[in-house]
């Protein structure tokens, strides 16, 4: 009862692919768009995860760089002090 006008078959006409032929090509092609999508999924997951562990060595880094540039200006202190104390002594 329905007033939609029949659309034509997405599918080949049978005198083109035999039945037994169209369905192994969809399966294969479905198989195909599965592994694909999965292929997908997995190096998305991969993403985000080296995201991620790029983002704590970053930070690793970064609170080494503090440590050091600390280092580097205790150093520096200990120098000039050293350096006025030799020239206050002479």
């Known amino acids: ?3 939609k006008p029949d ?3 997405k599918r080949p006409a049978q005198s083109d692919v035999s ?3 169209y369905v192994m090509k ?3 092609n479905n198989a195909a768009v599965n592994k694909t999508r999965q292929k997908k999924r997995q ?5 985000v995860k080296r995201v991620h562990e790029l983002r704590e060595e970053n930070k690793n880094l970064e609170r080494t760089v503090e440590t050091l540039r600390n280092e580097l200006n205790l150093l520096k202190e200990m120098v000039l002090s ?3 104390q030799n020239k206050s002594n002479k």
């Open 1 to 3: 009862m329905s007033n």
């Open 7 to 9: 659309r034509p078959s």
């Open 19 to 21: 039945d037994d032929d």
């Open 26 to 28: 969809r399966q294969r």
């Open 43 to 47: 190096e998305e997951v991969e993403t």
């Open 82 to 84: 050293f350096a006025s």
